[in-house]
């Protein structure tokens, strides 16, 4: 489903005349066919959907970090077009939840694995990638499990 969504963007794209958007889609639509021919490499299917949002999610973190550095090297243009290329790829996630949901869904995943320590914090991230792939910032999630595990 995410696959023609994905299509059928780069072609509005195309015909829109909106190179930003066409670029960023392709560069998406390049990463999506690296980790499918390295998953036909290791004998497993194409990626599912879940496994595109957590890709999507790395794609929007390391441009984060672009702009950031760039932004500290003085160089505002070209944080300005990571930052760009960050949110048209965030159009591709499904709605993220907020810190509420966030934490409610934390309580529930604690509760159903019978997490009591701070070393049971592996099988709690777990649970959660398992939920919520694609709509839960998992770096801001993490800190939240440790505190209440703390």
Do not use: H, W
């Amino acid at each position: 489903m995410l696959r023609q969504r994905l299509t059928a963007e780069m072609k509005d794209a195309m015909k829109g005349g909106d190179k930003a958007k066409l670029a960023t889609v392709r560069l998406i639509q390049a990463a999506l066919k690296d980790k499918d021919i390295e998953a036909r490499g290791l004998g497993k299917e194409p990626l599912a959907d879940e496994e595109i949002f957590s890709l999507l999610q790395k794609m929007i973190k390391q441009r984060n970090e672009s702009a950031t550095v760039y932004d500290q090297g003085g160089r505002p243009e070209l944080a300005e077009g990571e930052r760009a290329e960050a949110a048209i790829i965030a159009q591709f996630l499904p709605q993220q939840m907020d810190e509420d949901e966030t934490r409610a869904a934390i309580q529930a995943a604690i509760a159903e694995t019978g997490a009591a320590s701070q070393k049971d914090m592996g099988k709690v991230i777990a649970a959660l990638k398992a939920a919520y792939a694609g709509r839960m910032d998992f770096a801001k999630a993490s800190a939240l499990v440790k505190g209440m595990l703390s």
